[in-house]
């Protein structure tokens, strides 16, 4: 039987880019391919707690799981228009819903999942997937708080406090322009929940969106035109101001399709201090046979992390030879 994590410790999976896809011909079927790879992956996620991790991992057993974070890029089409690919995101949907549920009761994966969106679920803020999480936000175990447009929310398991932040982190009001991504204000919801949340306690705090900090860690130009880039270099930076005061034990999300693990300063990718980020692998995409997802125990705002692997869409995994540990900062 799996130890169980206790009051302060508790450990979690980080997954994302599982990128279900329905047929393009018939888009009222989830493609073979997809369905194979994304079903093989809840079967492994379910099937991990009580087993053993190799030394070159870092040892010990896999603790019982809280639940699965989703790191974006659930669904394939939702970035696509037009009625068959309406019909396309809404098979999507459905085969995401029948694997993962919401509580670890109603799905194939045994766990609670708390998942967000990417810019294949939702780029410019509406669409099947939004209106889904909003639904699913009023009854997700455990949360605490739900921003006031019903997409991002926040929760805690033991002493951390988690936060679900959506496809960018945004937007810095004093910067007009246009973004090529729509934040739907979890930069405020981020900014009044870990005020109302955390406050000056402490606790240690993760923190999870779907694109990536490395690209856009660069100087904040306010009167740039506006240009091409996912996330806006300005909200990037006022992101780190909102989050730089509390204690970051990490930051998770995906979008690139492979591991990435730095230390985070604000401006640079290569700080030799700073916030611990955690790029995660895609998980269950379906034109990949390597995919990967993230092991995670928290314990008193220090998080230990490893990484599980697959080459042949998990028909078979391994343990990446690798750990990284991290403390909260500040």
């Not at 982190?169 to 739907?184: K, P």
Request: some cysteine.
């Amino acid at each position: 039987m799996a130890d169980e994590a206790s009051a302060a410790e508790v450990a979690f999976f980080v997954v994302g880019d599982t990128h279900y896809l329905a047929n393009r011909e018939r888009p009222a079927e989830i493609d073979d391919k997809s369905a194979d790879v994304c079903e093989r992956l809840v079967e492994t996620l379910n099937q991990l707690a009580g087993t053993e991790i190799p030394e070159a991992a870092g040892g010990g057993k896999v603790l019982a799981p809280a639940g699965v974070i989703h790191v974006g890029d659930v669904i394939d089409t939702g970035d696509k228009n037009g009625a068959a690919q309406n019909e396309m995101q809404r098979t999507e949907l459905a085969r995401f819903r029948e694997d993962y549920g919401l509580t670890g009761k109603d799905g194939r994966l045994k766990y609670p999942v708390f998942e967000i969106a990417g810019n294949h679920d939702s780029p410019h803020g509406g669409g099947p997937f939004i209106d889904t999480i909003k639904e699913r936000n009023k009854s997700r175990p455990g949360v605490v708080n739900v921003s006031d447009n019903g997409v991002h929310y926040s929760w805690d398991w033991g002493g951390t406090h988690f936060v679900n932040l959506g496809l960018i982190v945004g937007t810095d009001a004093a910067v007009s322009r246009r973004r090529r991504y729509a934040a739907l204000d979890s930069l405020a919801f981020l900014v009044s929940d870990l005020k109302k949340h955390v406050g000056e306690s402490g606790r240690p705090v993760v923190l999870t969106h779907h694109v990536d900090i490395a690209r856009y860690s660069v100087a904040c130009d306010p009167q740039a035109a506006p240009d091409s880039k996912e996330w806006d270099p300005c909200d990037v930076h006022a992101f780190h101001k909102a989050i730089k005061d509390y204690k970051v034990a990490g930051i998770f999300y995906g979008h690139t399709h492979a591991r990435s693990v730095f230390q985070w300063d604000g401006a640079s990718v290569k700080a030799n201090s700073g916030i611990r980020v955690f790029n995660n692998d895609n998980s269950s995409h379906f034109a990949s046979d390597a995919q990967a997802f993230f092991y995670v125990e928290s314990r008193g705002g220090k998080l230990l992390v490893r990484e599980y692997q697959t080459k042949d869409r998990w028909q078979a995994g391994f343990w990446t030879p690798m750990n990284w540990n991290t403390l909260a900062n500040g």
